[in-house]
């Protein structure tokens, strides 16, 4: 599949998308100075292409009750690491996983409610098989934490 060159009018669309993914397609064009038609038809083509992939919410995870966010590092045995990231990947605290080079194998980005949810979630992982090794930090304040922009 090939790359769709987007041009100023797609960036802009996907800018306020971003902003709030609620908006109609006709508000949206009535915001932007676009028919509603130029608006559907782009976004039909983006979702196409697979640029836009869903439509999602940005939770306070604070205000749900989740005061603990962690990096956790993983040391993963060589060719077990889509099998296990692909395990992680399922358990509901966990909400990035990413391949990374350097010296370790993965990345995690999880949040917990408490302390003990965090330890229960390391005993967990650090159970399975072809974990070699795992290092946590906590975050203690998360100055920026949004959707990145096109």
């Known amino acids: ?13 996907l800018n306020e998308l971003t902003e709030n993914s609620r908006l109609s397609f006709r508000a949206l ?32 995870y604070e205000k749900l009750g989740f005061e603990l966010q962690a990096i956790i590092h993983l040391k993963i045995a060589k060719g077990k690491l889509v ?7 399922k358990i509901p605290n966990v909400q990035a996983v990413y391949d990374v080079t350097g010296t370790i194998d ?12 965090l330890d ?18 906590i975050i203690l304040r998360s100055l920026k934490e949004d959707v990145a922009k096109p």
């Open 1 to 13: 599949m090939h790359t769709m060159e987007l041009d100023k009018t797609d960036l802009l669309i």
């Open 29 to 60: 064009a009535k915001k932007l100075g676009l028919s509603t038609n130029t608006v559907l038809t782009r976004i039909g083509k983006m979702e196409k292409q697979g640029i836009i992939r869903k439509y999602t919410v940005l939770l306070d």
């Open 83 to 89: 099998q296990v990231e692909e395990k992680i990947a």
């Open 106 to 117: 993965a990345i995690l980005i999880a949040k917990f409610k408490n302390r003990s949810g």
């Open 120 to 137: 229960s979630f390391l005993k967990k992982i650090q159970s399975y098989d072809f974990i070699e090794d795992t290092e946590t930090q």
